[in-house]
């Protein structure tokens, strides 16, 4: 059997260029199907194994991105929250399909130097920060001298960061108008409040109610984790003079603890109080009734995100996007 020591040799047995054996054997890059089997049957003919360890010190790469979740608005908050759980699967799923892994971890930050630990560990290649948290000013201190970073939440306009997301302020409005136009006239927002994120998502389901000429918005600020959001609108709710007639919530997890409370306190969804949620989440759909939503369109959100870092690991400069959410009708509204 012939004997291979290196990629070169490889190559030249294979009849391609050593860009094109490598792409083949790790799987990253551009490749036709028929090249990529025929490689990876004389690869395995010849018991040829790349030496991935050489490649990225080579290059220079280590092939990792980095996924940080800052949770320094609520501790309490996991990565088993259904959110994270979709959103780092689309990227999990899109970063490997450029042949790159994901190194995911959940921040709590104790001082302004979090991000520049992960960043000067030499481990990754790039970073996705999945939501701005209460961590705004130092997203913004580093993106000043660090490239390859991408953020996932909200958009301002004398920002300096790159992000990418869904337009919270007119999903807060779609929201709204939506229970407007079912009828509704008293509308509270369920939620954290806490972030540009879902201050955005208030501020534009208080500006449909100014529009509409109805009564301001009742606000019920609520955690993240689902328990305890349940306990803070169970409570508000209870103590309210008049129970409102329709609920637009700050994701779709604290839309699930709002109808959870609403059946204890005796309420209908959605014949007594219609209520809709933010995000888009699969277990939307699973609900009962089904939940009303809108959608950011997180897979599409997780795929511009990975082409706009793989453009800034590049060298590029690249500008924020926010996504048009889209409105979702099921059974809760």
């Not at 050593?18 to 004389?42: H, N, P, Y």
């Not at 970073?149 to 919270?168: A, E, R, Y």
């Not at 208080?206 to 918005?217: E, F, K, S, T, V």
Request: with cysteine; aromatic share 6%.
């Amino acid at each position: 059997m012939v004997s291979v020591k290196n990629l070169k040799e490889f190559s030249e047995l294979a009849g391609v260029s050593t860009a094109t054996a490598s792409r083949a054997l790790t799987g990253s890059g551009r490749v036709s199907e028929e090249t990529r089997k025929r490689i990876a049957a004389l690869a395995e003919k010849l018991g040829y194994q790349p030496n991935i360890a050489a490649r990225n010190l080579r290059t220079q790469r280590t092939m990792t991105i980095g996924v940080l979740v800052p949770l320094g608005h609520e501790a309490l908050q996991h990565l088993s929250d259904p959110f994270f759980n979709t959103m780092t699967g689309f990227l999990a799923d899109a970063f490997a399909e450029n042949g790159y892994d994901m190194l995911l971890s959940r921040v709590l930050p104790r001082n302004d130097r979090w991000m520049d630990r992960f960043i000067g560990s030499g481990r990754v290649d790039g970073i996705v920060v999945v939501g701005q948290s209460d961590q705004f000013h130092v997203i913004e201190t580093v993106s000043r001298r660090y490239q390859p970073m991408v953020v996932w939440g909200g958009h301002s306009p004398d920002q300096h960061h790159c992000s990418i997301g869904s337009d919270n302020r007119l999903g807060g409005r779609m929201a709204t108008m939506h229970l407007v136009e079912r009828g509704c006239t008293r509308i509270a927002y369920a939620g954290p409040i806490k972030g540009s994120e879902f201050g955005e998502r208030a501020d534009g389901a208080r500006a449909a109610l100014i529009d509409a000429g109805l009564a301001p918005l009742e606000e019920i600020p609520t955690h993240f984790e689902p328990d305890a959001a349940y306990a803070d609108v169970r409570e508000k709710l209870a103590a309210l003079p008049h129970m409102p007639d329709g609920i637009v919530a700050g994701s779709d997890v604290t839309a699930i603890s709002v109808i959870r409370a609403l059946r204890d306190l005796g309420q209908r969804v959605p014949e007594d109080v219609r209520v809709i949620g933010y995000d888009g989440l699969p277990i939307g759909e699973h609900m009962a009734p089904p939940l009303s939503t809108i959608d950011q369109q997180l897979r599409h959100g997780a795929q511009l995100l990975t082409e706009t870092l793989f453009r800034r690991i590049a060298g590029e400069d690249t500008v924020s996007q926010q996504i048009e959410p889209q409105l979702i009708i099921r059974g809760s509204t």
